[in-house]
């Protein structure tokens, strides 16, 4: 049986946690102990969004892949695990926001491109009691833009699509929406600027938490 329930979706990074330092100096660690360039952390943010993996292919030269790429990024989670609760914190307001809206009878859950167990260790850190379900990256599950998480949460609550809602910061945010037919709310404070979210079709654009409500 279908429920009448209304599901929001958020994304994690630049939309509920302001994670670009801790990224940026995790992947910064890894460049420069092989040598590589450092990037500034502008640069991680327009990269972040695909997953860490992907964050980090584009930080380093071109050419730089396969087994090595591999194992960079193999050192890249070790020392990310390690401190990815530096800097990191949440959006101003976002915590009350996110309360209000269970408070109103709305399921709220995560589905992030970070890997589950950095999503779900932030989310105990930060955001306890605030999540029905929080979603990552993980073996055998497609990662954002493909449907496959989004879907997981509205089939186990047995949400209607049209009482659901994804937020986020990105264009893999929109594309994430798309893909899984649900309206998307698309937000100013994180990674991306209002003019790229509009030029990826971003149609309902809020500047603070507050507007979810």
């Not at 998480?149 to 986020?168: A, F, P, Q, R």
Request: aromatic fraction near 8%; glycine fraction near 8%.
């Amino acid at each position: 049986m279908l429920s009448d329930k209304e599901l929001y979706i958020f994304d994690m990074d630049g939309t509920i946690l302001n994670t670009i330092d801790d990224i940026a100096g995790a992947i910064n660690y890894v460049l420069d102990i092989h040598g590589y360039p450092r990037r500034t952390v502008d640069e991680v943010k327009s990269f972040v969004g695909n997953g860490l993996k992907r964050a980090l292919e584009l930080s380093l030269p071109d050419g730089v892949a396969g087994d090595v790429l591999n194992q960079l990024f193999t050192e890249l989670v070790a020392y990310y695990n390690e401190h990815s609760n530096i800097t990191t914190r949440p959006y101003e307001g976002i915590v009350e926001v996110i309360h209000k809206l269970r408070e109103q009878g709305k399921i709220v859950a995560v589905v992030s491109n970070k890997r589950v167990e950095a999503v779900r260790d932030l989310c105990d850190i930060y955001f306890a009691g605030c999540f029905d379900m929080a979603l990552g990256d993980q073996d055998g599950i497609a990662r954002k833009p493909a449907p496959d998480m989004t879907n997981m949460v509205i089939e186990h609550y047995g949400i209607l699509k049209d009482k659901c809602v994804y937020i986020g910061d990105s264009d893999v945010d929109l594309m994430t929406a798309r893909n899984t037919e649900i309206d998307c709310i698309a937000v100013t404070w994180g990674f991306r600027t209002r003019e790229f979210l509009v030029e990826h079709g971003a149609t309902m654009i809020i500047d603070r938490p507050e507007e979810l409500l």
